[in-house]
């Protein structure tokens, strides 16, 4: 059966790379049904709404979704999006490629990212003009979830083991039952696990990216060390991204809409690309993911590239040298 794939570019280079990355998606398997929505700030200024309930079906409905940035409106779009298609962890590989100027050539790391709760579910509040308040949900369950998931991901990869990031020293309730919840699944399962303080571990992974592997992290705490790695490998230009659920899952780069270059045809798109890549294999197309990867380390490590990485490439550029590779 033709996968149905919801296409949303929203704002900025997310009009540039995603197009990219359905050109090599459409070289690799031309079976794919795209089907494009909108989201974002254009569509904000002439609907009132940042995501218009269409394109929060589309996502909800098709088999996976693509999706690029959103601007001002990122949270209004990107959140519900990722509750449409139910997912629970935001899968966040980070890895320095050959050729690339990393700052850690070393690094290879895998951030699952807690993707429902924590500090993101909007329980905030100005009580008075002096005191605003954030309340931060954790549940045994939605931590249980994350920790099955990473004990299936390590043995995918061979692997028997996986960091734990937290800050239970301080948020002894919550993190304290993440960390609690999360150790115990793995325990459970014969899986190994690590602690790690979250402040100290962005020491260490500046210091020696090379001491990890998989990073299991609440929600908040994932979105900055996935930055923070970003800058380890060489850029957000890089890093893809996917948000896996129970039965959908929607694929972004880790990169906003980057308006310093949008509309001037030179944003990386490997991100996107390689966010593609997952994809495929989410869908069951392991071998074409496998080739696009290739095709992308490949173009990195040979060029052509965009000015992010120090070349004059342009993102037309780019992608056809992936395409010519595949
Ligand atoms: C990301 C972004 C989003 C997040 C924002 C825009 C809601 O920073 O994808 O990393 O915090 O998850
Ligand atoms: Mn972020």
């Known amino acids: 059966m033709t996968d149905q794939i919801a296409v949303i570019p929203g704002d900025g ?32 200024e ?3 709404s940042a995501l218009p309930e269409e394109t929060r079906e589309l996502a909800a409905d098709a088999d996976a979704t693509l999706f690029g940035a959103a601007g ?3 949270a209004e779009v990107i959140l519900p999006l990722r509750r449409a298609v139910d997912s629970f962890v935001n899968v ?3 890895r320095a490629y050959p050729g690339t100027d990393a700052l850690r050539p070393e690094t290879d790391l895998v951030f699952l990212r807690e993707n429902t709760e924590g500090v993101y579910t909007g329980h905030e509040s100005r009580l008075s003009d002096d ?28 692997e028997d083991r996986f960091t734990v990031a937290h800050k239970a020293n301080v948020m002894k309730e919550t993190d304290g039952r993440f ?19 979250m402040d100290a571990l962005a020491t260490h992974l500046c210091l020696r990216p090379e001491e990890y592997d998989v990073v299991v992290c609440p929600n908040l705490a994932g979105d900055v060390l996935s930055d923070l790695a970003a800058g380890l490998v060489g850029g957000l230009g890089l890093l893809p991204s996917a948000n896996v659920g129970p039965e959908r899952a929607l694929f ?8 310093d270059i949008a509309g001037q045809g030179v944003a990386n798109p490997s991100a996107t690309i390689l966010s593609a890549a997952m994809l495929l294999e989410y869908l069951g197309h392991d071998a ?21 990485l120090g070349g004059s490439a342009s993102t037309a550029d780019v992608t056809e040298a992936v395409i010519s590779r595949l």
């Open 46 to 48: 002439s609907t009132g």
């Open 252 to 259: 972004e780069p880790v990169h906003g809409t980057a308006p």
């Open 179 to 197: 960390r609690d919840a999360v150790v115990r699944v793995a325990d459970e399962r014969g899986v190994e696990t690590d602690e790690a303080l």
């Open 92 to 94: 966040r590989p980070a």
């Open 13 to 44: 280079i997310g009009q540039e790379v995603v197009p990219a990355a359905v050109q090599v998606l459409d070289a690799v398997d031309p079976e794919f049904a795209f089907v494009e929505a909108d989201a974002g700030d254009a569509v904000k």
């Open 72 to 74: 001002e409106t990122a």
């Open 288 to 308: 074409e993911g496998q080739r696009v990867r290739d095709a992308v380390e490949a173009t990195l490590e040979s060029g052509p590239c965009t000015p992010d």
């Open 131 to 158: 005191v605003s308040t954030l309340t931060r949900v954790v549940t045994e369950s939605a931590s249980e979830r994350l920790a099955e998931f990473a004990c299936e991901y390590v043995r995918d990869r061979g």
